[in-house]
T-cell receptor, first 112, second 114 residues
Framework: ETGVTQSPTHLIKTRGQQVTLRCSSQSGHNTVSWYQQALGQGPQFIFQYYREEENGRGNFPPRFSGLQFPNYSSELNVNALELDDSALYLC???????????FGPGTRLLVL | KQEVTQIPAALSVPEGENLVLNCSFTDSAIYNLQWFRQDPGKGLTSLLLIQSSQREQTSGRLNASLDKSSGRSTLYIAASQPGDSATYLCAVRGRTDSWGKLQFGAGTQVVVTP
């Protein structure tokens, strides 16, 4: 079984730009969640996708959007980047009926 | 609104000592509680998951207890080793939350010195 992978590992953007982060789920997992982790804080839930539909969202503005593809890979898109968007972005995948989530290594985003 | 707190924020112990990490939450209407480990710059690894109906879970040197009524969980790591150095996070899933939504504490950073 391959693990959860994310790309890129690091990214630097400037304020106002747009960014796309990618996640490849673990084999057999049909649900993916995205989290934002600011330095020194715990991860915060952004949203979850199941069968290509968003079915749960945290307290994040609409400029945070996502996609899940038929092969269960996923993207997180952030428009109009702000300095506070600088964080580690984690994706986690699981089978729908399982509680245990498997996290990827994350993408570290720096907004200047 | 659920608040998850972990105290202390950092902890340093000599090798061989037992570790006791605390987690508290304000809303007892949880579905389960999980403990994760995070190594610097890395993702999270699930250590233990306790369902709301359970009192504790054990895996090797790790034991986690849950007292839902008082809003507390404790992670015990026996006979600590330098390889246990990491940040430990607890997370709860609320009864009305979607399956993937976990609410995390800020973590306890642990250093085990040889």
């Amino acid at each position: 079984e391959t693990g959860v992978t994310q790309s890129p590992t690091h990214l630097i953007k400037t304020r106002g730009q747009q960014v796309t982060l990618r996640c490849s789920s673990q084999s057999g997992h049909n649900t993916v969640s995205w989290y934002q982790q600011a330095l020194g804080q715990g991860p915060q839930f952004i949203f979850q996708y199941y069968r290509e539909e968003e079915n749960g969202r945290g307290n994040f503005p609409p400029r945070f959007s996502g996609l899940q593809f038929p092969n269960y890979s996923s993207e997180l898109n952030v428009n109009a980047l702000e300095l506070d968007d600088s964080a580690l972005y984690l994706c986690a995948s699981r089978r729908q009926i399982q509680e245990t989530q498997y996290f990827g290594p994350g993408t570290r985003l720096l907004v200047l | 609104k659920q608040e998850v707190t972990q105290i202390p924020a950092a902890l340093s112990v000599p090798e061989g000592e037992n570790l006791v990490l605390n987690c508290s939450f304000t809303d007892s209407a949880i579905y389960n509680l999980q403990w994760f480990r995070q190594d610097p710059g890395k993702g999270l690894t699930s250590l233990l998951l306790i369902q709301s109906s359970q009192r504790e879970q054990t895996s090797g040197r790790l034991n986690a207890s849950l007292d839902k009524s008082s809003g507390r969980s404790t992670l015990y790591i026996a006979a600590s080793q330098p390889g246990d150095s990491a940040t430990y996070l607890c997370a709860v899933r609320g009864r009305t939350d979607s399956w993937g939504k976990l609410q995390f504490g800020a973590g306890t950073q642990v250093v085990v010195t040889p």
